[in-house]
Every structure is written in C-alpha cells, then in structure tokens.
C-alpha cells in the first residue's frame, strides 16, 4: 500500500508567498518522479513542476521563476515553493509519484489535492 499526502494550500493575496509539501509513504522501493499538477475549477489538470531521478526539473513556462521544485529523497518529500503568486495560480494542486514497489511492481499515485487560493 502506498500513500500520497499533500500540505500547505491555502488563501493568500497576490504577491504572497505558499510552500506545499507531499509526502509518499507505504511500501516503497524508489521513486522515479514526484511533481506537482494543478487543476483550475473548468480546466484540465496541468503540470506545474516535476522533479525526476537525479536532478532533472522541468517547469510550465507560466511557473518558471517564480515556483521552485525540491524534493527530501531519504523521506520520499517532495516541496513546491510558490512565490509572486498571481489570482491565475489559483487551482487544486495535486502531487503525483511514480515509483517502485517491491517486486518489480511500478505504479503511479497521486494524493487527493489542496486548495490554493490566489486573492487580487
């Protein structure tokens, strides 16, 4: 059993500043990628950042400089600092990993989602 837990949306004016955290727990072998998706209320679920094996990152153009991706690899953590936010950012924010189990079992998780709120 594997577990995606998300932390840290909430309301905050543009400008502001929000850390999210997640965290993947459960019977974990290794992880190829963590990141980062978000979905607006009549949008599709997009990509935000993704922090894969080693050090590779990858940002959507609309978050580059001003969201950083990181990840605590000996706890399986992975962080998104959000800062200049714009009402535009607004969005649940979902935390997806794939990774390995034992066994040779590779499965794709995601956590139920925060709210990020981006006030004008």
């Known amino acids: 059993q594997v577990q995606v837990v998300e932390f840290g949306g909430g309301l905050v004016h543009t400008g502001g500043s929000l850390r999210l955290s997640c965290a993947a727990s459960g019977n974990i072998e290794s992880i190829n990628s963590m990141g980062w998706y978000r979905q607006a209320p009549g949008k599709q679920r997009e990509l935000v950042a993704v922090?894969?094996?080693?050090?590779?990152?990858i940002y959507a153009d609309s978050v580059k400089g001003r969201f950083t991706i990181f990840r605590d690899n000996a706890n399986y953590t992975l962080y998104l600092q959000m800062n200049s936010l714009k009402p535009e950012d607004t969005a649940v924010y979902y935390c997806n990993a794939d990774l390995w189990r034992p066994g040779g079992l590779r499965g794709d998780y995601w956590g139920q989602g925060t709210q990020v709120t981006v006030s004008s």
């Open positions: 922090h894969k094996r080693g050090t590779i990152t």
